[in-house]
């Protein structure tokens, strides 16, 4: 049904930056809320953040959107070690109206040591 395609992790030294990529693909009628999990060895998944439109900036990272690609961003700056982690994009997608479902991405590898 759908398909969320992740790219863009990777391992750098602290201080480095990502950028990670996630665009939706397959039949729906609209795009709700994407946004990126994380999580970390041992760790439960936690949320990093979510966008409907345009840009937010959490901290170090900015989330943005491109509607029109069905494209999520999140853009990671000043990457610490305890940043490491798999960061999975989350997308809600409408069918109709009232049907919607929840999906993930497959998961990209952040790691961030010396």
């Known amino acids: 049904q759908v398909q969320l395609v992740e790219s863009g992790g990777g391992s750098v030294q602290p201080g480095g930056s990502l950028r990670l990529s996630c665009a939706a693909s397959?039949?729906?009628?609209?795009?709700?809320?994407m946004g990126w999990h994380r999580q970390a060895p041992g760790k439960e998944r936690e949320l990093v953040a979510t966008v409907t439109s345009g840009e937010s900036v959490k901290g170090r990272f900015t989330i943005s959107r491109d509607n029109a690609q069905n494209t999520v961003y999140l853009q990671m700056n000043s990457l610490q070690p305890e940043n490491t982690a798999v960061y999975y994009c989350y997308t809600r997608v409408y069918f109709r109206s009232t049907s919607w479902s929840d999906f993930w991405g497959q998961g990209t590898q952040v790691t961030v040591t010396h």
């Open positions: 397959g039949k729906f009628s609209r795009i709700t809320t």
